[in-house]
């Protein structure tokens, strides 16, 4: 994890801050509709803890999430990889909505990265 730019960390940063309002809006209209919101409340959390742990491993900020919370959310954002990289398929090179679903994809798998290598330590 040490090897990744400071362009990279921040982007990953961004993509994880954008994320997180998104399922945040995303969850106060649910709520208001009365939907079922569980799966957005996990995503959320599992978003939240992904940015947290980047931020741990590149700016040594402490996180309260316990061992457990962190292996759920790594199992979380692996899979929301699959449909990411669907939709990225679909998508024009070089549109802004590539670029964007690549940013999240690489914030996620640094963060999946990041969950392993402090699970090894």
Not at 1 to 24: A, G, P, V
């Amino acid at each position: 994890m040490q090897n990744i730019s400071t362009t990279d960390q921040l982007e990953s940063i961004k993509s994880f801050q954008s994320t997180i309002r998104k399922l945040e809006k995303t969850l106060a209209t649910m709520t208001q509709k009365g939907a079922n919101t569980t799966l957005v409340k996990k995503r959320l959390k599992a978003s939240c803890i992904g940015l947290a742990i980047l931020e741990n491993v590149w700016h040594q900020k402490p996180h309260p999430y316990t061992q457990e919370d962190v292996a759920e959310a790594r199992n979380v954002l692996i899979g929301l990889l699959p449909s990411i990289k669907n939709s990225y398929a679909k998508l024009k090179a070089g549109s802004p909505q590539r670029t964007l679903l690549d940013r999240r994809m690489k914030a996620l798998e640094l963060a999946v990265q990041a969950i392993d290598d402090l699970s090894h330590e």
